[in-house]
């Protein structure tokens, strides 16, 4: 570079050598010969203005990202919020948002199958499709029974009262059909049942499923799992959809008294961060990552997989190598501690039953002795016999929703991670961690082989480059309910006035009755 740059100059002054105005007639005869040789000269300095100026651009477009980024990740950050860039959330309405009309076109009646969060996710479209259809919502039923073996229902789990009052400007809500008198007899509206395609566009709702409430006076969409469509073209729906899932849509005071008892047991000894640890045979057969298993563990997870899941060759290698496969406890570990986490750490495990037993966690508890779960926190046993139930799964939901980091080991199509990532990110951009599983693969594979040098270097390489729960763009296949930035977010000093926060009066009038309130 040096060299680069004093070829540079003494060709300049060589240049200016050449040309010296005002030297009189001496001059003006040598003034074609000099003119020639200055546009040789020039042609060379370009050539070497070109050498200086090109590895200085190199070198900025090259190493700008490691600017932007810290080189290392500060862990005591980590215990606190994201930076929100002024981001605040609001769903509440910011254009003409009518009350549902005194006469609906009919009821609607849906069955939220799955687990508590795939139900939640159904609920928030529920109350979508209602006023899609200027419907009278019938309180959504929750198919527990096949799933969770667990018969708590709508009523057993939320604030019926606080649901229906906070969702009085959006659509009505009964919570049973009603009784209507034929030729002298008393009985129910029968409603007619429909099974919406997954994934419907709005006109399914505004035409066949219309159609058929006006026809009936009811309808009953079953199952209503992924039923309306994600992304749609229409900010205020979603926002609709943010004011049921972070506003109405509240536990019962029990689960919610029992939940912040572990939370502040937890917290009473400092930070805490919340691991979903989703090792469990549902999510492995579905992964189809088997071969870390004894052959009697395989054959109880390949008959799974056949019982439950549509068939597929499925190479664990090669899924390995994408990061399909769900973390071992021991990756989780060994991650936590490439970023800094030491043995001090208290973490509450919000996991069901995990495959392989002790011999897979052995190895994250001798990294990570201080480790919680519900049953172990829990000292009022209420959680003893219920630890697989609906309830069990609201408390684990909201010890995480509290906890000060939340990490999910696998957000593919686990509900409970991604809708407690969106509701972590509504309530304040709290700390994520999430793992690159696929930039992570190779990682862990090369330490496998022996390679064990630079590996913490090369984990945070990769963990510095993800998002730690601020706000960021959502992209395919991200879900809205990982993700409502930003139509559930505002700015009170915006530069784009879609962005901008309504008035005061206007937020003032949604009852949020926070859940960590």
């Known amino acids: 570079m040096v060299v680069l740059l004093k070829l540079t100059v003494d060709l300049i002054i060589q240049y200016l050598s050449c040309y010296r105005p005002g030297e009189g007639t001496s001059f003006r005869k040598l003034h074609h010969n000099h003119r020639q040789q200055a546009k040789g000269l020039l042609f060379k300095l370009a050539i070497a203005a070109l ?43 910011r254009s003409h948002w009518r009350p549902p009309p005194s006469e609906s076109n009919g009821y609607l009646r849906v069955r939220c199958n799955g687990g508590l969060n795939q139900q939640r996710t159904a609920i928030c479209n529920a109350v979508l499709a209602a006023r899609i259809m200027n419907a009278t919502l019938v309180l959504p039923e929750l198919d527990a029974n096949s799933y969770w073996h667990d018969d708590s229902g709508f009523q057993g789990l ?17 919570e049973s059909i009603p009784e209507i008198k034929k030729n ?53 729906y979603q926002r609709l959809r943010c004011r049921v899932n972070y506003h109405a849509l509240v536990f019962k005071p029990h689960i919610m008294e029992l939940s912040h ?42 008959k799974y997989r056949k019982e439950n899941f549509a068939e597929k060759k499925l190479i664990y290698s090669e899924r390995r190598a994408i990061g399909k496969c769900p973390l071992t406890p021991e990756e989780v570990g060994l991650i936590l501690r490439a970023l800094g986490f030491d043995n001090s750490t208290r973490i509450y495990l919000a996991a069901g039953e995990l495959f392989g037993g002790e011999r897979f966690m052995k190895p994250f508890r001798s990294m990570f002795p201080l480790l919680e779960n519900h049953s172990t926190v829990d000292s009022s046993n209420e959680l003893k016999d219920n630890t697989q139930g609906l309830i069990g799964s609201a408390v684990d939901y909201m010890v995480c929703l509290l906890s000060d ?46 390679h064990i040098a630079g590996f913490e270097e090369a984990v945070r390489r990769v963990m510095v480059k993800t998002n730690f729960g601020g706000p960021h763009k959502r992209v395919s296949p991200e879900s809205f309910y990982t993700n409502s930035w930003s139509e559930c977010f505002c700015q009170k000093s915006a530069v784009n006035p879609a962005d901008r926060c309504p008035s005061d009066n206007m937020i003032g009038n949604l009852d949020s009755k926070e859940q960590d309130s």
Request: hydrophobic share 40%.
């Open 51 to 93: 050498l200086l100026i090109a590895p200085t651009l190199y070198f900025v477009t090259s190493y700008s990202s490691t600017f932007d980024s810290p080189a290392e990740i500060d862990v005591q950050k980590l215990w606190d919020a994201a930076d929100s860039g002024g981001w605040i959330p609001s769903s509440v309405p």
């Open 158 to 174: 939320y604030d019926v009262d606080h649901f229906i009052k906070t969702l009085e400007n959006d659509v009505r809500i009964i």
């Open 184 to 236: 002298g007899k008393t009985k129910k509206i029968k409603a007619f049942q429909l099974r919406p395609p997954r994934d419907a566009p709005i006109n399914w709702y505004t035409t066949t499923a219309l159609d058929k409430m006006k026809e009936h006076g009811a309808i009953y969409l079953t199952p209503f799992s992924h039923r309306l469509a994600e992304e749609i073209d229409n900010p205020e």
């Open 261 to 302: 008892n572990i939370v502040n047991k937890l917290r009473s000894q400092g930070h805490f961060m919340s691991i979903h640890l989703r090792f469990e045979m549902d999510m492995l057969s579905f992964a189809g990552c088997f071969d870390i298993f004894t052959p009697a563990e395989q054959k109880i997870l390949k």
């Open 405 to 450: 980091i939340f990490m999910p080991t696998y957000d593919g199509p686990s509900n409970f991670a991604n809708n407690l990532l969106g509701h972590r990110l509504y309530s304040g951009f709290r700390t994520a961690i999430r793992p690159d599983r696929k930039g992570l693969a190779p990682v862990f594979i090369e330490r496998e082989k022996g």
